[in-house]
């Protein structure tokens, strides 16, 4: 196999896997509805999930400065079956706008255009991706290169205006080298599009690739959500170098600010290489002149050599279009293309894998430890059952008072803990008071005062610094209240396992460390923006500012709502273990209780019991094997669903280190001896998510009621 068809095929086997885990998640939703164990909000978290799930694209997103041969890169690894130049790279036409390239196989081949004059407005990109009206759309036809390479060529176009409108879009110096502001009568040329989309179906993105490509320090710079959201969000960062001129003054700009601090997958690209064939020199002569190039390359960037490529895009592409297996060895892409079959498709699958733990993990390991109870509980009743065969109706009666006593005891258990649980939804609804959307607002409105009317970059660090402290102030104070909830719910857990042996739980505290390196990551960028001297002195100052406080202003929006979704879902996974653990036992004592006054109506009943449960238990065998799958596929490891055993210890422990704490402790005690425990019910305990408040109500924690065998 080529190195070549190993990406893809590394590509398509993580569409596979998306694709089962999807199905997967699909099933377990399907099973929890058809036992009543799923309500409205959990519907929603599953449809998110999935969501999640069939867009889960991998993003590479590729920067440098002008003329580093981006494009051409791009068309080598994605386009060469095209047999033609896909995206402009020829001399004087180059991309001038971010371009962002994927396949969607709902919709049609198309080229997306936005105007550069949106600019003017406030809209974010995000924003007007959901404005259909703002794109100018082409139509491709893959089938006529002469179609594509003209649509193509749209982005590279650029437009004359005037200087006094180019100023008020942001894209020209407020004053020139000399200090000298520009006539306002004067014509500049400047990008005719502000963003491009390109839907086109290669292989390699309809099996989950997406591409970016950012054209230039001063574009990145233009664009402020590129840099707080987009390039951060990128699974891997390509930054491209000309290997004639090594890491320039510029280079070194974009890589500090932009790609340096904020990103763990980073490869740098020496490209062009092929300038440094020279026919007087000999091959180990060319290597050594190369090798140097990529250790200067290591020291500046501060890389292991693993992280350097040096390479030649464009004698990969016209190789690979003119089917030259030597021209295509000696470019050095296929290294590049190893490289990101092993590392970087690997870290999407994990971030996959994640957000299937954090949606639905605690359900999972619930579900999990539920059916493997109920396999432990059905073994203990036929027990039970092959005990009273051909004894005595006093034996049934004595073993009816026994478990009598039991629910006696459980009953007031459960009465205590209504109690207990009243408290809880107190402490609860105070803890999401504090992410109030209304809040931010008001925090937002404080900080924006540090800025004053003065719109200076000065201002602007004041600001983000103000409102950084006044979120992280109130993640303190949440972090404090969780504590408090930990502390009493321990207490009940506690309760249950020393009266009842409930499984024992090690529940995780409330932790906003994430939120936080992502808030002060936003404080770096501020700093980094107020430094660029791009911002900072060339160009018109208030209107980038008030643009990149707009962006920060709903990253931390998005920072905020995100720890708000995170807490939602710790104080609905604290009491979870506990009540499935309750309604468990309280269905054990029902079904024991039942059994045995048919028993005492009749004794051929113990028959007719025992073959109820033996019917149970491969019911119950079947669920175990769907939930221990849909575990294993998250991990990627282990049998099929099929064939998984009822509890598969050692293969379900190994999904542990990927789950929060709370995930991992539960799927552990689901796999050994201690009791494990189900999801409650529709009309029980509800667990939420998304701006949703548990129910106050407790009906399962009702007494349990019995009849008395006659």
Request: hydrophobic share 40%; charged share 25%.
């Amino acid at each position: 196999m080529n190195v070549t068809s190993q990406f893809e095929s590394e590509i398509a086997r993580y569409h596979e896997w998306r694709t089962a885990l999807s199905r997967s998640v699909h099933e377990y939703h399907d099973w929890l509805e058809q036992t009543n164990q799923l309500d409205v909000q959990q519907s929603i978290r599953f449809y998110d999930l999935l969501e999640t799930l069939n867009k889960g694209h991998m993003l590479l997103a590729f920067l440098a400065e002008f003329s580093r041969g981006k494009s051409e890169l791009i068309n080598a690894l994605f386009f060469s079956s095209f047999k033609e130049r896909l995206l402009p790279s020829d001399v004087g036409r180059t991309t001038m706008c971010p371009t962002e390239i994927f396949h969607d196989p709902n919709e049609e081949p198309y080229l997306k255009l936005l105007s550069v004059e949106t600019r003017y407005r406030d809209e974010s990109i995000s924003q007007l991706k959901n404005m259909p009206v703002e794109w100018s759309k082409i139509r491709l036809n893959v089938d006529d290169a002469k179609q594509m390479k003209q649509a193509m060529s749209a982005l590279a176009d650029t437009k004359r205006v005037y200087a006094l409108d180019a100023r008020m879009m942001g894209l020209i110096p407020m004053f020139d080298e000399s200090g000298s502001a520009p006539n306002e009568d004067d014509v500049v040329e400047v990008p005719a599009w502000r963003y491009a989309i390109i839907n086109y179906p290669h292989p390699l993105l309809t099996s989950g690739l997406s591409v970016l490509d950012t054209p230039g320090l001063n574009a990145l710079g233009l664009e402020p959500e590129l840099t707080l959201s987009t390039v951060p969000s990128a699974h891997a960062v390509l930054f491209l170098l000309g290997i004639d001129t090594g890491v320039t003054k510029s280079d070194l700009e974009i890589w500090d600010r932009y790609v340096k601090a904020t990103l763990p997958a980073k490869i740098a690209v020496l490209n062009k290489i092929d300038l440094m064939w020279d026919e007087l020199k000999s091959a180990p002569e060319i290597k050594l002149g190369i090798d140097r190039m990529i250790e200067t390359t290591c020291q500046q960037l501060n890389l292991t050599q693993d992280k350097v490529f040096a390479l030649s895009a464009q004698k990969a592409l016209v190789g690979r279009i003119k089917e030259d297996r030597d021209m295509v060895d000696r470019s050095g892409i296929e290294r590049l293309e190893t490289y990101l079959a092993a590392k970087i498709i690997p870290i999407k699958r994990q971030i996959l894998a994640k957000a299937v733990t954090n949606e639905i993990g605690t359900m999972m390991i619930a579900s999990h430890r539920s059916c493997a109870q109920k396999l432990e509980a059905n073994l203990v009743q036929l027990n039970e059952l092959n005990q009273l065969a051909g004894k005595s109706r006093d034996l049934t009666m004595k073993m009816w008072q026994k478990v009598s006593a039991e629910k006696e005891s459980y009953n007031a258990a459960l009465a205590e803990y209504k109690v207990q649980r009243g408290s809880f939804n107190q402490k609860r609804n105070a803890v999401i008071d504090v992410f109030n959307p209304v809040k931010l607002d008001i925090l937002c409105s404080q900080s924006l005062q540090a800025i004053s009317d003065s719109w200076t970059t000065p201002g602007l660090t004041r600001g983000m610094r103000e409102l950084i402290k006044r979120v992280s102030g109130e993640f303190s104070s949440v972090t404090l209240a969780g504590e408090d909830v930990l502390r009493l719910m321990e207490g009940v857990y506690n309760t249950f396992h020393e009266r009842f042996q409930f499984a024992t739980m090690e529940m995780p505290s409330l932790d906003f460390e994430g939120p936080r390196n992502k808030l002060q990551l936003l404080v770096y960028e501020t700093e980094q923006f107020c430094k660029d001297p791009v911002n900072v002195v060339m160009t018109a100052k208030q209107f980038m500012v008030r643009r990149f406080w707009r962006m920060l202003v709903e990253q931390a929006r998005k920072i905020f709502n995100e720890a708000r979704t995170d807490t939602e879902r710790w104080l609905a996974a604290v009491p979870l273990p506990l009540e499935t653990q309750i309604r468990d036992h309280k269905a054990q004592l029902e079904s024991r209780l039942a059994s045995l006054a048919k028993i005492n109506e009749r004794s051929g009943a113990i028959k007719e019991e025992v073959a109820k449960l033996e019917a149970e238990r491969k019911k119950i065998q079947s669920q175990v094997n769907l939930i221990t799958g849909l575990i294993l596929k998250v991990r990627d490891v282990g049998p099929a669903p099929d064939t998984v055993a009822a509890s598969a210890p050692e293969e379900v422990n190994k999904l542990a280190p990927m789950m929060p704490t709370l995930f991992a402790t539960s799927l552990a005690s689901s796999t050994s001896s201690a009791p494990p425990a189900p999801m409650l019910s529709d009309s029980e305990f509800t667990q939420t998510t998304r701006f949703a408040a548990l129910p106050q109500q407790t009906e399962h924690l009702d007494t349990v009621k019995f009849a008395a065998p006659v």
